[in-house]
C-alpha cells in the first residue's frame, strides 16, 4: 500500500521543481531554441523560394538573350544584304556613269579629232594650194622667160580654140 | 547490411554499458549481503527497498551513501535536521517537539522507549529532501546545463546549421513539435510546446536515471505514484483550464439529449480518468522494469550460488535492453497522449476531436 499512497512532501517538491524548470527552460530555453529553429526554417524556405526565382528569371534572361541573339543576327544578315545590293548598285552606278563619262569624253574627242582635222586638212589645203600657185608661177615664170615658147603656147592655145 | 552491421555493434554497444552497471548492480548487492546472513534473503523485501523513496542517498549500493536533510513540518513548527541523525539503524533522534525515529524508510513519532505514537506521526508532514527529491534536483540542473548552453549556441550560432549538443537536442525538439504537438493539438501549438517538451524532457532523463544502479541514479523517480501524480495533475490542470466552449459542451450537452443521465456521468468520470491513466501508466511500466531486475538479480541470493549468476545477469541484461526502449517510450507516450488530451480540449470543431478519440 506504500507504493500508491504518494507521499505530500515529494508531491510538493516535484511540483515545485518541476515549474521552476519549466519557468526557466521556457524562457530561457524553448523559446528561443524554437523561435531560432523557427527562423531557421524560414529563412531555408525564402532562400529556396529566392533560388527558384533567380533560376526563373536566369532562364528568362536566357530565352531573352537567345531571342535578341537571334533578332540581332537576322538584322545583321539584313544589313549585309542591303551593303551589298548598295554596293552593287554603286558600283553599277559607278560603271554607267564612266561608261559615259567616257563616252562622252570620246565623242568631245572625236568632235575635237574631227574639227583638228579639218581646220588642219583646210590648212594644207591652202597650203598645198599656195605651194602649187608658187610652184605654178615658178614653172611659169621659167617656161615664159623666152618670147618663142610664149608664142607657142598661144599658138597651142589658139589651136585649141575653135571658133564656133 | 551495413545498417544492420551498424545497428547490431550499437545495440552490443548498450547491452555491454548495461551490463557493467548490472555487474556492478550485482557485486554491491553482494557486497551487504554477509551482514544479513542470519536471517533468510527476502526478496520481496529488497525489491519494496530497492523501489521506495529513502531518505539517504545510497551512491553505490549500500556501501557509499550520503546523508540528506530532513525537514518535518509539525503541528508545533519546523523541525530540520540531518538523516544521520537516525544512524544506527533505528536510533531515536531527540527532535525539538518530538522524538522520532525510522520505520521502513518512514519518519514516525516515537517516545522515549521507541514505541510508535500514529496520532503523533499523523501530525507530522514530512517535506524531507529525500533521495528522489535530491536526484530529481540533480536531473533539473543537468536538464538546465543541457538545454541552457544549446540555447546559448541557438543564439551564437544563429541561422547556421546545428552543431555539437545542438545538433543532439534538436531532432529531439523537432520530433516532439512536428510528430507529437502539431498533429495532436493543431494550430494552437506553439502554446503548449514549453509545457510538453519539459514533460517529455524531465521524464525521460529521470527514467534514465532511475535505470543507472548507481550515482548519478540509483532513485526511483518516474516509479513513484507522487511524481506522476504531480505531472498528470499539472496535465490535468492544463487541458481544463484550457477547455474550450466544444470541449463542455461536448461533456455537459451530449446528443440525443435523452442520453443526458448515462453521458453526463461518464464524461465527468472521462475529464479525471485520462490523467489518472497517465499518472498509472508512467508509475507502473518504471515500476515494473525496476521491480522485474532486481528480482531476477535477487534470484542469485535466493538460490544463494554464484553458479546462477549468468543466467540472472543475462536476464537482467535482456530486460535492462527493454528498459531502454520503455524509457523513451514512456516518455514518448505520456507526452503525446497529454498532446492528445489538450487536443481534445482545445480543438475547434467539435466532430474532428470525436474522431480522434476513437
Redesign the interface.
Known amino acids: 500500500m506504500?507504493?500508491?499512497?504518494?507521499?505530500?512532501?515529494?508531491?510538493?517538491?516535484?511540483?515545485i521543481?518541476?515549474?521552476?524548470?519549466?519557468f526557466?527552460?521556457?524562457k530561457?530555453?524553448?523559446?528561443?531554441?524554437?523561435k531560432?529553429?523557427n527562423?531557421?526554417e524560414n529563412?531555408i524556405e525564402s532562400a529556396l523560394l529566392r533560388a527558384e526565382a533567380v533560376r526563373e528569371e536566369m532562364s528568362r534572361l536566357t530565352s531573352e538573350n537567345e531571342s535578341l541573339l537571334k533578332q540581332a543576327r537576322a538584322e545583321r544578315d539584313t544589313i549585309l544584304a542591303e551593303a551589298t545590293k548598295v554596293k552593287n548598285q554603286i558600283i553599277a552606278d559607278a560603271k554607267e556613269a564612266a561608261q559615259k563619262e567616257g563616252a562622252r569624253q570620246l565623242e568631245i574627242a572625236r568632235i575635237e579629232i574631227n574639227n583638228q582635222k579639218a581646220i588642219a586638212m583646210a590648212d594644207v589645203k591652202n597650203q598645198v594650194a599656195a605651194l602649187s600657185l608658187d610652184i605654178a608661177e615658178k614653172v611659169l615664170r621659167k617656161q615664159f622667160e623666152d618670147q618663142k615658147k610664149q608664142d607657142e603656147l598661144v599658138r597651142d592655145l589658139l589651136k585649141d580654140v575653135k571658133l564656133s | 547490411m551495413i545498417n544492420g552491421s551498424i545497428l547490431k555493434s550499437k545495440i552490443l554497444n548498450i547491452s555491454l554499458i548495461c551490463a557493467f552497471f548490472l555487474a556492478f548492480g550485482a557485486f554491491t548487492a553482494k557486497a551487504s549481503e554477509p551482514e544479513k546472513k542470519a536471517e533468510k534473503f527476502d526478496a520481496g523485501k529488497t525489491a519494496m527497498e530497492h523501489i521506495t523513496d529513502k531518505h539517504e542517498w545510497h551512491f553505490l549500493g549500500e556501501k557509499v551513501v550520503v546523508p540528506l536533510p530532513i525537514i518535518l513540518y509539525t503541528d508545533k513548527g519546523l523541525e530540520f535536521f540531518s538523516s544521520e541523525k537516525f544512524n544506527p539503524e533505528g536510533n531515536i533522534y531527540k527532535g525539538k517537539y518530538y522524538n522520532y525515529s525510522l520505520e521502513h524508510d518512514k519518519v514516525k513519532v516515537v517516545d522515549a522507549e521507541g514505541k510508535v505514537d500514529e496520532a503523533a506521526t499523523k501530525k507530522v508532514w514530512d517535506f524531507s529532501i529525500t533521495q528522489n527529491v535530491a536526484g530529481m534536483w540533480l536531473s533539473g540542473l543537468v536538464l538546465l546545463f543541457v538545454f541552457l548552453s544549446a540555447s546559448a549556441a541557438y543564439k551564437k550560432r544563429a541561422g547556421k546549421a546545428p552543431k555539437g549538443l545542438q545538433s543532439f537536442v534538436e531532432p529531439v525538439i523537432l520530433f516532439i513539435r512536428d510528430d507529437v504537438a502539431l498533429p495532436n493539438i493543431g494550430v494552437k501549438y506553439e502554446r503548449f510546446m514549453p509545457l510538453l517538451l519539459t514533460v517529455f524532457f524531465f521524464i525521460l532523463i529521470n527514467n534514465f536515471f532511475g535505470m543507472i544502479p548507481f550515482f548519478p541514479g540509483g532513485y526511483n523517480l518516474t516509479g513513484n505514484i507522487a511524481v506522476t501524480f504531480t505531472l498528470a495533475f499539472i496535465i490535468f490542470l492544463v487541458i481544463n483550464l484550457n477547455g474550450n466552449k466544444y470541449y463542455w459542451k461536448h461533456i455537459f450537452s451530449p446528443n440525443p439529449w435523452w442520453l443526458f443521465p448515462i453521458m453526463i456521468p461518464v464524461e465527468i468520470v472521462g475529464i479525471f480518468s485520462k490523467p489518472i491513466a497517465l499518472m498509472i501508466r508512467l508509475f507502473a511500466n518504471m515500476l515494473a522494469g525496476h521491480i522485474v531486475i532486481i528480482s531476477l538479480i535477487s534470484l542469485i541470493f535466493i538460490f544463494n550460488t554464484i553458479w546462477i549468476a549468468p543466467v540472472s545477469v543475462g536476464f537482467a541484461l535482456f530486460i535492462d535492453v527493454i528498459e531502454v526502449l520503455v524509457v523513451f517510450l514512456q516518455a514518448y507516450v505520456f507526452t503525446i497522449l497529454s498532446a492528445l488530451f489538450i487536443g481534445m480540449a482545445v480543438q475547434e470543431h467539435h466532430d474532428e476531436a470525436h474522431q480522434e478519440v476513437i
Open positions: 506504500d507504493l500508491v499512497s504518494p507521499n505530500p512532501g515529494l508531491i510538493f517538491w516535484t511540483a521543481t518541476f515549474l521552476i524548470l519549466l526557466i527552460l521556457k530561457y530555453a524553448w523559446k528561443p531554441i524554437l531560432a529553429v527562423d531557421r529563412s
